[in-house]
């Protein structure tokens, strides 16, 4: 009897994804589907969930574009989906905004597609300590739960500590992940 390959879900903090690589690597770009693929490790993808909050083109219309040029990109790509939040805004721009309903949204959506036997694993990418509730609750149905966390070994440890796996987001890991980006060609010289 063939045995089929182990299905995974990979459940992206965006916000949190996109401060780690900034923190940790400086301005590269992630290229996101060599990143998941990456993630997936070759088991059956069943879909990828991105969690995001729209910036306000009011505030900041140079933001808004770019991040809105993320967003039309995701929505093209197979077995992506992009869920958003949105952002709360309280002396701006003296304090940066916080993010509203995003974790909600991802634990909502680990546990409902888990309950429904949607996948076999449940791969979070995010060190937020909030979501140790929900692995728990998915370990408990009997799903294997894995976190992808980028920094030292000392960060996160609740999420650490309750996963079934970590799975460290180092340079190593995403070296084969960055946005191919090509050197401009030379300027024609003058005859």
Known sequence: MLERPEA????????????????YF????LDLIKFRDKLAAGRRLVRTYY??????????S???RNQQRFHNFI???S???????????????????FEKG?????????????????????????????FVDAIQALKDYGKHVEVALFGQAWTSQALRNVADRTIIVDEPFLADCWMVQLPLPL???EP
């Open 8 to 23: 995974v879900s990979i459940y992206i903090d965006g916000s949190n994804l996109y401060h780690s690589i900034r923190q």
């Open 26 to 29: 400086g301005e590269k770009r």
């Open 51 to 60: 969690y995001d909050a729209p910036f306000p083109a009011d505030k900041d």
């Open 62 to 64: 140079e933001r808004a």
């Open 75 to 77: 929505q093209t790509q």
């Open 79 to 97: 077995y992506i989906e992009l869920r958003l939040g949105r952002l709360i805004f309280r002396d701006y721009p003296r304090l940066p905004p």
């Open 102 to 130: 995003i974790d909600i949204k991802i634990a909502t959506d680990m546990l409902v597609q888990g309950f429904r036997d949607n996948y076999d694993v449940a791969l979070l990418v995010s060190g937020d300590t909030d």
């Open 187 to 189: 300027p024609k010289s």
